[in-house]
T-cell receptor, first 115, second 114 residues
Framework: AQTVTQSQPEMSVQEAETVTLSCTYD???????LFWYKQPPSRQMILVIR??????QNATENRFSVNFQKAAKSFSLKISDSQLGDTAMYFC????????????FGTGTRLQVTL | DTEVTQTPKHLVMGMTNKKSLKCEQH?????MYWYKQKAKKPPELMFV???????INESVPSRFSPECPNSSLLNLHLHALQPEDSALYLC?????????????FGPGTRLTVT
């Protein structure tokens, strides 16, 4: 079974600063996907960024980038130039690269962006 | 249109009631999902439908009964629920069940069982 661990229940960052959210996972699979999802207060969960395990290059999406260390089973999210709208719960998630698999979520990190 | 809609937004029901949650998407997606999310916890997968057929049932109690009448619509029928079933129920859809396809989530139905 796969497990996803987020060791930072809460984090705070000032506007315009950079913050890194940690995620580690455990799996015996060789092919899989990793995701960061954002769930703002009382709003829909949206995909922030995804990484395919067979790709060595770290994924980036505008201000969001990941540091994917496959051997260490680590998948951290870096948010640059933090904005107030980044305030949300962030979930790291894992999915096997097979047909009809399930998203396994970590426990989440609550990020507060302050002025 | 990248929207998944869910109705109702809030639902309060007694333990003897029968109610249904509805989820709709018009993105042409062929995979649809139900998740349960308790407060301050991550979503937990309940069911997956692929091409209108039940693909995954995560050992969910039979008091929850999913239905996929067509490729755009997903229902969750509720009967004889317990107070511990109170939670946010999220629907999601994706083009296909494969991991390479992004799941789009709805806003959820907040269910309270009294």
């Amino acid at each position: 079974a796969q497990t996803v661990t987020q060791s930072q229940p809460e984090m705070s960052v000032q506007e315009a600063e950079t913050v890194t959210l940690s995620c580690t996972y455990d799996t015996s699979e060789s092919n899989y996907y990793l995701f960061w999802y954002k769930q703002p207060p009382s709003r829909q969960m949206i995909l922030v960024i995804r990484q395919e395990a067979y790709k060595q290059q770290n994924a980036t999406e505008n201000r969001f980038s990941v540091n994917f260390q496959k051997a260490a089973k680590s998948f951290s999210l870096k948010i640059s130039d933090s904005q107030l709208g980044d305030t949300a719960m962030y979930f790291c998630a894992f999915m096997k690269q097979i047909t009809a698999s399930k998203l396994t979520f970590g426990t989440g990190t609550r990020l507060q962006v302050t002025l | 249109d990248t929207e998944v809609t869910q109705t109702p937004k809030h639902l309060v029901m007694g333990m003897t009631n029968k109610k249904s949650l509805k989820c709709e998407q018009h993105m042409g997606h062929r995979a649809m999902y139900w998740y349960k999310q308790k407060a301050k916890k991550p979503p937990e997968l309940m069911f997956v439908y692929s091409y209108e057929k039940l693909s995954i049932n995560e050992s969910v109690p039979s008091r929850f009964s999913p239905e996929c009448p067509n490729s755009s619509l997903l229902n969750l029928h509720l009967h004889a629920l317990q107070p511990e079933d109170s939670a946010l129920y999220l629907c999601a859809s994706s083009q296909d069940v494969r991991a390479s396809y992004e799941q789009y989530f709805g806003p959820g139905t907040r269910l309270t069982v009294t």
